[in-house]
């Protein structure tokens, strides 16, 4: 394609390669700057027709690796109720939460990294009952199953009498949710624990980090887990799922307002059903 190619054609030429399979899901595909230079055409030009190549589903500009083959317009979805299971498939006690099944133990697509750090975040700080400022033990992963693109982020905080009673939890264990069995054995057993959901737009390095683009709302799941030894939070984690990765199912509870209006009355549903 010689001279200023339009980028129709350009797009048109690009996704017969994407269709061909020249290019995998997940994969990077070649640099602006070579398309430019395989193409003869202006980096404009190949800018546009990679957008237009965004707006099928495509393709997914990412901040950190440049663009990428999308999984589909219709990737995996999974559902997440609020059953926890314990898991043991990666050899070691622990805890799968929704959305993961018990039998399977997740990928990184970053190496895992724990510190001890300032917790900056009020509202995280709040909920794991620390001042503002506080060090605690921070917890950063990007997970998902096996041969799917990375599913959630997961920031877990940990307050500073766990990780004093359970130092262990700063490393990675062979099995997801080790960490959580391990401050349980130290003395906090049973955790309990309660989620906060809401809907947001993703910050462009979520949105790099879970391979969307940043026009695609996310999922922000805040856990709070609970001492069972003292009543008081323990740990505090925040997972970021992207909005067509996951759908929530919920089992709905009459409140008290809403039981059965006609407890003594020959005019309700059962009367009805016996043809009293």
Excluded: C
Aim: charged content about 25%.
């Amino acid at each position: 394609m010689v001279g200023a190619a339009r980028y129709g054609k350009i797009a048109d030429d690009l996704r017969r390669r994407l269709q061909s399979g020249e290019w995998k899901p997940g994969e990077t595909i070649p640099r602006m700057a070579d398309l430019a230079a395989h193409y003869q055409a202006a980096r404009g030009s190949i800018a546009a027709a990679i957008r237009q190549l965004e707006t099928e589903g495509l393709l997914i500009s990412t901040p950190r690796r440049g663009t990428i083959v999308r999984h589909g317009t219709m990737r995996l979805r999974r559902p997440r109720g609020n059953l926890v299971k314990r898991n043991v498939a990666g050899g070691s006690p622990g805890y799968s939460f929704p959305s993961a099944s018990s039998q399977e133990v997740w990928k990184h697509h970053i190496p895992p990294v724990a510190g001890v750090e300032p917790l900056t975040d009020p509202r995280i700080a709040k909920l794991l009952g620390v001042p503002t400022g506080t060090e605690v033990m921070r917890r950063f992963r990007v997970t998902g199953p096996e041969s799917e693109p990375p599913f959630q982020i997961n920031i877990s905080w940990v307050h500073p009498r766990g990780v004093t009673d359970a130092p262990e939890v700063a490393s990675q264990a062979p099995g997801p949710g080790d960490w959580l069995y391990r401050l349980e054995k130290a003395g906090h057993w049973p955790i309990s624990w309660m989620e906060i959901h809401r809907a947001r737009m993703p910050t462009k390095d979520e949105a790099g980090l879970l391979e969307i683009p940043t026009n695609l709302p996310v999922l922000e799941i805040v856990r709070v887990g609970t001492s069972g030894r003292d009543g008081k939070p323990i740990e505090v984690t925040e997972y970021i799922v992207a909005s067509d990765r996951v759908e929530t199912v919920h089992v709905l509870h009459r409140d008290e307002s809403a039981q059965d209006p006609w407890p003594n009355d020959a005019e309700g549903p059962e009367a009805a059903e016996t043809g009293r």
